[in-house]
Structure formats: C-alpha cells, structure tokens
Nanobody
Framework: QVQLVESGGGLVQPGGSLRLSCAAS????????MDWYRQAPGKQRELVAG???????NYADSVKGRFTISRDNAKNTVYLQMNTLKPEDTAVYYC???????????????WGQGTQVTVSS
C-alpha cells in the first residue's frame, strides 16, 4: 500500500556529484522524518542524513559539508545531494520514511529498495 522508490544512483569519479531522490506513494496520511541510510559490502547499515517534516536536518560526521538532504512535502519526496564524493562513499543507499496511513494509524517505518552508488576512477 506504500512504496518508496529511490533513483539517481550510478557510477561517478572521485570528486564528482550525484543527486538521489526517493518518492513515497500510496496510502499516505502524513510523513514524519525521512532519512537516508547506506550499507557498504561487509558493513552495517548506517544513517547518512535525516530531515524532519519541519526541515530540521542531521548528518553523519563523515558526510557533513559534502551532502545535503532536503524534501518536498507536497511530493512526499526526499533528496540527497552528494558532492565531493569519495571512494568510501560507495554503498547501496536506502531511504526510510516514518509515516502513517490514516489519522488513527501509528507511525511505521517504510524502506525503499536501495540504489547503488559507486565512486571509482
């Protein structure tokens, strides 16, 4: 009933940029926080950046000053602008939305399917 679809991943050289998008669709009443996570091979999934419905943001120390998270509440979409990319940013990037499907429903986390980002020369 709810889908999160990421796009924008790909192969980029070190120092390059990518912009990820994640659109939530389906039966959605309201969305609270929206986050980006990533998981590199052999490593645990980690929080990259998050944004509240009011626009407050937080970032992992490793991406501060290079990545910017934003959202369009009218489109139920969250973005991640990634600049000055490094090989260590290589990972599958996932979006997560904390949302509810009706006024009386609890907030539940939904995840996207992930998009691959590879930083390599």
């Amino acid at each position: 009933q709810v889908q999160l679809v990421e796009s924008g991943g790909g192969l980029v050289q070190p120092g390059g940029s990518l912009r990820l998008s994640c659109a939530a669709s389906g039966r959605i009443f309201s969305i609270n926080a929206m986050d980006w996570y990533r998981q590199a091979p052999g490593k645990q999934r980690e929080l990259v950046a998050g944004i509240t419905s009011g626009g407050l943001t937080n970032y992992a120390d490793s991406v501060k000053g290079r990545f910017t998270i934003s959202r369009d509440n009218a489109k139920n979409t969250v973005y991640l602008q990634m600049n000055t990319l490094k090989p260590e940013d290589t990972a599958v990037y996932y979006c997560k939305a904390d949302l509810r499907m009706s006024f009386s429903s609890p907030y539940v986390d939904y995840w996207g399917q992930g998009t691959q980002v590879t930083v390599s020369s």
